[in-house]
């Protein structure tokens, strides 16, 4: 494995070419940034993973086909918070052009060089009005340390800004710099469920490459975490590639370079997919669940997702109760192939079911190993080499009073 | 449709022939009855489905070999609640046994005669010196009026029971009763979680219709509910027919007799299923979802389904919040086919949306539509002629709160 090092307090604007710039709209939320640039110096080469809900917003139907028609020159990416552009038919297709449109022009930048996210309340029309003064105003504002400032302003009900960078040494010679950016804390589920991610590199990496580097990452990280299981209409995870330190292009997702990359680049969507859960909506715990022993690792993550899902395991995980019971079942539910006779489970690293039977175990010592920020549930399913880890928090009071009062 | 009419305050000893005893065994609750005998006067045909869970309780494992070896001459059923004889081993099943043989004892029954249910904590051996007292109890107990009591004595999270029973003509003329009764107000989701029922009958019905009737009649009842989306080690769903009234068995599934004998099914086991989401862990409303215009009843189902089980729809309904945007996302992802702009949303009777886009409504008057007992949620995906309705409930502080400290 390559040397890797993490960046403090990394962003986005930690890859040397890259600026950002925000501005404040007043959109939805008052006294805060909402629209947020962020600029390569050179066209980079794309990759973009989105939602896969048969409802998809605007700007996701725009990137699309800006994905299709041109995945070698994007230049800049711009987003706003507080609207989703979502629900809004062809007047908001319209708003989504007319977004990017108004980017390339503040900055000098060729057609189709522009992506475009938003985030927030569906079904309203985007304030172009407002959107189109913030533009110039986040242009001007653009900045080799701003990527932090990008960070906040990209936030919905997120408590904090989600930011990381790591540089790597390629095994060819270069050393390059990975960071990125993501917002999100409900509706978090596989498959990209409301959150928006951006991760930049200045390596030189082809379009299909980075797009199979990018898939295999998401696996590992944003496809592995899950809030409340609900997925939504905006979800997009961009990567951009410039090349600016100049190795020679990765073309292929399997040289030594590619898989020294595809470490950096898993680790950075990793931190941001676990800061996101850490962050989940009402969260009190983060809860890493580790199934091994699976037929297949396909197995070992429906069986791990199965249970990240539960709300009765979410809700005992908040009780910090040793509910092995509703794990098993939850194994049991899960479609992976189980003989649960073979199933041993583990709370916080203490042994609490083997050969299909719960353990005696003193109640006061397992409530106090779960009653902690961060909790393991190991699973080993006893059949295989299938394994698989998600993470997920519990399920608290607090969430049902965030998603009883917030309009989506 | 044949001439059907309800008894008040019905339960299964509003069938002639059968009678209900229960006594109170301590083995977990203390001061109330925990165990239930229902005896039939003649040997029954049976039918009856399990959980799909793969942890399978012991009784399940019991009930499942009794079935294989005789479906035509049931006359018993034992229930206890407290504790679910799940996660045993084999300990667990020599004890289903015993259950079922003490009950043979008691009452001077034939051997493979008995159907055994159980529900309650899981992983704890029963107290079978408890229940094996107990059952001697119940039977000195039988009486041809306690199907309300045989309904309380088998509750566990349940705040009330649940029984009813109607009337109907057959078209060939006999007059024919159907009583019910359930358990169930957590775990609760299609393949039959944590839920306890029996219904019975004196007409005669031939085992495999039986069989094909009661898994008609579970589609539309008891397999389109859901309360959290978990599914449990216990459930089962136990139908017995007797044939006291005298009636030319029903022999298939398609006579006139079988289809007035279905309706009649079908509407105890609906009044049975809402009941159960009625009294869901924590609701404050109860919520039809009705999905029409699906390409297939499959999809329908799948989209109606998807939306119930949403948690961000349930706590939205908690919070009597007309968050059409929420329902539009869960039918974008409940794997239904759908073209956003074909879709057609009613809140309480109030269309929200139309073509994709929302309609303008004034918020107080939507949030008042929804702060009901009762709220109706209407899908049209204006594709096809697919419909089903569905029930679920809205996510509270409280089901938290009862799920955060209930140890299952």
Redesign the interface.
């Known amino acids: 494995m390559s040397e890797q090092e993490w960046i403090a307090a990394g962003s986005l604007t930690s890859v040397p070419g890259f600026t950002a710039g925000t501005a404040a709209c007043g959109i939805k939320y008052a006294g805060r940034d909402d629209l947020a640039l962020l600029l390569a110096e050179r066209p980079c080469a794309a990759a973009a993973l989105f939602t896969?809900?048969?409802?998809?917003a605007a700007p996701v139907l725009f990137d699309k086909a800006l994905m299709a028609r041109n995945a070698h020159g994007l230049r800049a990416l711009v987003v706003n918070s507080g609207n989703a552009n979502?629900?809004?038919?062809n007047a908001g297709l319209d708003d989504a052009a007319a977004m990017a449109d108004a980017v390339a022009q503040a900055l000098g930048l060729p057609a189709d060089s522009v992506f475009v996210m938003s985030t927030g309340t569906?079904?309203?029309p985007l304030p172009m009005e407002r959107v189109l003064k913030g533009v110039p105003l986040a242009a001007r504002a653009l900045d080799p340390n701003s990527g932090p400032a990008f960070a906040r302003a990209i936030m919905t009900t997120d408590t904090r800004p989600k930011s990381c960078a790591l540089r790597l040494a390629l095994p060819s010679g270069a050393r390059v710099t990975i960071g990125g950016s993501a917002k999100g804390a409900?509706?978090i589920h596989p498959?990209m469920a409301t959150l928006l991610a951006v991760v930049v590199t200045d390596a030189a990496v082809a379009p299909a490459a980075l797009d199979a580097l990018l898939r295999q990452a998401a696996d590992h990280s944003f496809h592995s975490i899950s809030i409340?299981?609900?997925?939504?209409?905006n979800d997009t995870l961009l990567a951009l590639a410039s090349g600016a330190v100049g190795n020679p292009a990765i073309e292929s997702n399997d040289s030594p370079d590619a898989q020294a990359f595809l470490v950096g680049l898993t680790a950075v969507c990793t931190y941001l997919a676990q800061e996101i859960v850490r962050d989940g909506e009402g969260a009190t715990r983060f809860v890493t669940i580790r199934v091994r022993g699976a037929t297949t690792a396909a197995d070992a993550r429906q069986a791990a997702l199965t249970v990240a899902?539960?709300?009765?395991v979410k809700?005992?995980l908040?009780?910090a109760?040793p509910?092995?019971?509703?794990v098993?079942?939850?194994?049991?539910?899960s479609g992976a192939t189980?003989d649960?006779e073979r199933v041993v489970l583990h709370f916080g690293g203490m042994k609490v079911?083997e050969?299909?039977?719960?353990l005696p175990f003193d109640e006061k010592t397992a409530h106090d190993l779960l009653d902690v920020p961060e909790v393991l549930i190991e699973a080993d399913l006893g059949l295989g080499a299938g394994e698989a880890t998600v993470w997920t928090c519990d399920?608290?009071?607090d969430?049902?009073?965030i998603?009883?009062?917030y309009?989506?």
């Open positions: 896969t809900n048969k409802v998809q979502a629900c809004t038919g569906i079904g309203v409900g509706m498959n409340d299981g609900d997925t939504s209409t899902q539960s709300a009765l809700t005992a908040f009780g109760d509910n092995w019971g509703r098993l079942c939850a194994l049991g539910y189980l649960p079911l050969h299909g039977l719960p399920f608290s009071y969430y049902v009073k998603n009883a009062e309009r989506t």
